[in-house]
């Protein structure tokens, strides 16, 4: 059964780093689209980054130029590296991973809705003190 686990994380002062890791398992082939969402108590739950078997990288606003997400499907993990960080990124991560079209689908960047993501992990808290 295909499988999500998230590891890293943890809690930094503001202006730190932090990098969280998603190991993958249990797929024929790798998700065409993976991606990071996050949820804080009271608030919506959204997309930080998608990435695409190609490389090709979404971000949300809040994030761009400070988050990178990459990818290595050899090794069946995903990547986020947080820089710079603020105390309102402080949240759980969720690492995801895209419905499945098949081997060969295709498209020029990852939607940012969580509708399209039916497998998730259990999440890692990310805490960012002022």
């Known amino acids: 059964q295909a499988q999500l686990a998230e590891s890293g994380g943890g809690s930094v002062q503001s202006g730190g780093s932090l990098r969280l890791s998603c190991a993958t398992s249990?797929?024929?082939?790798?998700?065409?689209?993976m991606g990071w969402f996050r949820q804080d108590p009271g608030k919506e739950r959204e997309a930080v980054a998608t990435?695409?078997?190609?490389?090709?990288?979404t971000y949300a606003n809040s994030v761009k130029g400070r988050f990178a997400i990459s990818r290595d499907d050899a090794e069946d993990k995903v990547f986020l590296q947080m820089n710079s960080l603020k105390p309102e990124d402080t949240a759980m991560y969720y690492c995801?991973?895209?419905?499945?079209?098949?081997?060969?689908?295709?498209?020029?960047?990852?939607?940012?809705?969580?509708?399209?993501?039916?497998?998730w992990g259990q999440g890692k808290q990310v805490t960012v003190s002022s």
């Open positions: 995801a991973a895209f419905e499945n079209r098949g081997p060969g689908y295709r498209t020029s960047q990852c939607p940012s809705g969580r509708v399209f993501y039916p497998n």
């Open positions: 249990g797929y024929t082939y790798s998700p065409y689209c």
């Open positions: 990435i695409t078997r190609h490389g090709t990288t």
